[in-house]
């Protein structure tokens, strides 16, 4: 049984930086599957980051060139370095595949942003 379990959110101000982390556990496809969703208050969940084929990375508009995701395939684990976030970043972050499916969401990590 896949499950995914975020961490690595808080409270940071405007023009910080987070790491987020996403261990993945009972995992049977490949790690480049993986991508990084985000969902604000009141706004649909969207893609921010993902793995796209061979080693490329494809990223959101609005996160491209601030975010940068990677991978650790030994200790099974999805990464999002987030730098110079700005109060629009602020969401609640999880990891899945891409296309999702919906029984791998786990329970997200809150990133709030302050200006």
């Known amino acids: 049984q896949v499950q995914l379990v975020e961490s690595g959110g808080g409270l940071v101000q405007a023009g910080g930086s987070l790491r987020l982390s996403c261990e993945i556990s009972?995992?049977?496809?490949?790690?480049?599957?993986m991508g990084w969703y985000r969902q604000a208050p009141g706004k649909e969940r969207e893609l921010v980051a993902r793995?796209?084929?061979?080693?490329?990375?494809n990223y959101a508009d609005s996160v491209k060139g601030r975010f940068t995701i990677s991978r650790d395939n030994a200790k099974n684990t999805v990464y999002l370095q987030m730098d110079n976030l700005k109060p629009e970043d602020t969401a609640a972050y999880y990891c899945?595949?891409?296309?999702?499916?919906?029984?791998?969401w786990g329970q997200g990590t809150q990133v709030t942003v302050s200006s």
């Open positions: 899945n595949t891409v296309p999702f499916l919906i029984q791998y």
């Open positions: 009972g995992r049977r496809f490949s790690i480049n599957a």
């Open positions: 793995f796209s084929s061979g080693d490329t990375t």
